[in-house]
């Protein structure tokens, strides 16, 4: 039964999408819009998020990666649009600050922190070493 609402309700939220679309003054803007967003999901962000997972299959410590990584993809998610909007912005103290600098700056601060946690577990992980083979003779 609940696996009927569910359908249900995504059934009228896809009619509630493709009336609004209708509905908006440019529904070809809309759709062309969607098929960008639809390319560039399909045609970059996967394969290459796909390619990273690749890259980090065996590794020591993946999940810190994946960690910083989910880290960085949140703050270009929510960066992004105002970096790529066009125009000025409508409110100017919106962008007071060089945004683009700034993302520089904390994408490059969350990968020298990852790198840091990486190196000190490693360092803690290596092998301690006990007294020499003559300091132990001499006792």
């Known amino acids: ?3 009927y609402a569910v359908g249900g309700l995504g059934l009228a ?3 509630l999408g493709a009336w609004l679309v209708v509905a908006e003054p440019d529904p070809l803007g809309v759709l062309v819009w969607l ?3 639809l390319v560039l999901h399909d045609g970059i962000l996967a394969p290459l998020v796909f390619g990273v997972g690749l890259l980090l299959v065996g590794r ?3 999940g810190l990666w994946r960690g910083a990584l989910l880290v ?3 703050v270009i998610l ?3 649009p105002l970096l790529v909007r066009p125009g000025a912005p409508p409110n100017p103290s919106a962008l007071p600050l060089p945004y683009g600098r700034n993302l520089a700056l904390v994408l490059a601060g969350v990968a020298v922190a990852a790198g840091v946690v990486h190196l000190v577990r490693r ?3 290596r092998p301690q070493r006990g007294p020499a083979v003559e300091d ?3 006792d």
């Open 35 to 37: 098929a960008g967003a």
């Open 123 to 125: 360092w803690r992980a």
């Open 78 to 80: 929510i960066a992004l």
């Open 60 to 62: 020591r410590q993946r």
């Open 1 to 3: 039964m609940f696996r």
């Open 72 to 74: 960085a993809g949140c």
């Open 136 to 138: 132990r003779a001499e």
């Open 13 to 15: 939220l896809i009619g």
